[in-house]
C-alpha cells in the first residue's frame, strides 16, 4: 500500500460538538504550528472523543492525517522502518511515521502514548517532540520534523485505567493540553439525534436511563459517547431500549436488570422481548418457521 493512501485529509464530521473554548485555542494551536512543530495532548475517559477531535482537527484544516499505535510499540527502532528481506537482500523499508513527520502540516497522531510496552519505544518519539526536532536513524539519515507538523497525542486518563505506564515527566512538559469530558446532557442529546436520526424524546429517553447508569457508582458500568452512540442505533433499528443495552454494555440480563431497579428508572419499552431460540438462516427461509421455546 503506498503511504500517499495513509496520508489522506479525513472527512469532516458534521455532527461533531466541542467547547467554544477548546475551539478557540485548537485554532490557536493551527496558527502556531506555523512558527514550529506544536504538541498537544488530549486526555480523557474512553469513548469521550479523543481520536475524533484529532480526525476533526485535520479535516478541518485541512491537513493530512497518520495515526499511530504507540501502545502497540515494544522497543525503539519500530517508528522508522525496519531490515527486510527480499530475493536473498536486505533492504530497510521505511515506515509511513517518517514520511508522515517530513510531510510538511501533517497531523500525527499518537494513540494511547501512555500504553507502550516499554519506556525505551518512547526514546525515538522524544527526539522528535523536543527542541531539535529531528533525529538520526542510521539507514536514513538526519529525519527532520516538517514546518507545520502537529502532534497529537491521546491518552485515556482515570483511575479505571489500570497497568497505563506514567508517561515520563520530560515528555510530557512539552504538549499543550485538552481535556475531554463527557457531554451535557443537553449536547449529548443533539449528537444521538443527528448521528441516528432518532427523534429528541427518543434521545432523552435513552439518555435518561444512561445517566442514571453513569451516577451510580455502585454499578461500576461505565457508559461512553461510543456506547450511547451504539445504543441509540440499536434502537433507532427498532430495538427495545433494554436489548439494546445488554447487547452495547457487556452486560448480562439479569445484571441489568437489578441495575434499572437500583436506579429507579423504566426502560418504558413496548416491544416484547424476543426470548426463544430460532433456526439462524434467512428471514424468508421456511426453516425460521422451526423456533425452540
Ligand atoms: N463531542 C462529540 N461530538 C460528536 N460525536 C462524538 C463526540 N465525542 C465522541 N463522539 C463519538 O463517539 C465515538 C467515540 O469517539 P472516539 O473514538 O473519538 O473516542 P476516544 O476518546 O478516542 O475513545 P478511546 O478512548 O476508546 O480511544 C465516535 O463515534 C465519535 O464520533
Ligand atoms: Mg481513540
Known amino acids: 500500500m503506498s503511504s500517499e493512501k495513509h496520508l489522506r485529509i479525513p472527512n469532516l464530521d458534521p455532527d461533531f460538538f466541542i467547547l467554544e473554548r477548546d475551539r478557540v485555542n485548537l485554532e490557536r494551536f493551527a496558527r502556531l504550528s506555523e512558527r514550529h512543530p506544536v504538541n498537544i495532548m488530549v486526555t480523557g475517559s474512553q469513548g ?60 500525527i497522531h499518537l494513540e ?26 542510521d539507514e536514513l539519515g538526519t529525519v527532520k520534523v516538517a514546518p507545520g507538523v502537529i502532534f497529537f497525542a491521546t491518552m485515556n486518563e482515570g483511575e479505571k485505567f489500570t497497568g497505563v505506564e506514567e ?36 434521545a432523552d429517553r435513552i439518555l435518561n436511563v444512561i445517566n442514571h447508569i453513569r451516577t451510580n457508582e455502585q454499578a461500576g458500568v461505565s457508559v461512553s459517547i461510543r456506547h450511547s452512540l451504539m445504543i441509540a442505533e440499536l434502537v433507532s433499528l427498532g430495538a427495545s431500549l433494554r436489548e439494546a443495552l445488554v447487547y452495547s454494555l457487556q452486560i448480562s440480563r439479569d445484571a441489568l436488570e437489578s441495575l434499572l431497579l437500583s436506579v429507579h428508572v423504566q426502560t418504558q419499552d413496548t416491544e416484547a422481548e424476543l426470548d426463544r431460540y430460532v433456526v439462524y438462516v434467512p428471514e424468508s427461509s421456511p426453516a425460521t418457521e422451526k423456533v425452540f421455546q
Not at 504507540?70 to 519500530?78: I, P, R, T
Not at 517508528?79 to 530475493?87: C, E, N
Not at 520530560?170 to 442529546?189: C, T
Open 112 to 137: 494511547e502514548i501512555n500504553r507502550s510496552e516499554t519506556p525505551h519505544a518512547l526514546n525515538e518519539l522524544f527526539s522528535v517532540l523536543s527542541e531539535d526536532r529531528s533525529i538520526w536513524i
Open 167 to 202: 508517561i515520563d515527566a520530560a515528555l510530557r512538559d512539552r504538549f499543550y493540553y485538552i481535556q475531554l469530558e463527557y457531554l451535557p446532557h443537553e449536547v449529548e442529546k443533539q449528537v444521538l439525534v443527528r448521528k441516528t436520526g432518532l427523534s429528541e424524546s427518543g
Open 48 to 107: 469521550c472523543g479523543k481520536s475524533s477531535l484529532v480526525r476533526q482537527f485535520a479535516a478541518i484544516y485541512g491537513r493530512p492525517l497518520a495515526t499511530f499505535q504507540v501502545g502497540l510499540l515494544a522497543e525503539s527502532g519500530q517508528l522508522f522502518g525496519q531490515q527486510r528481506l527480499q530475493s536473498g537482500e536486505t533492504y530497510f523499508k521505511e515506515f509511513l511515521f517518517s514520511k508522515a513527520i517530513q510531510t510538511p502540516g501533517c497531523v
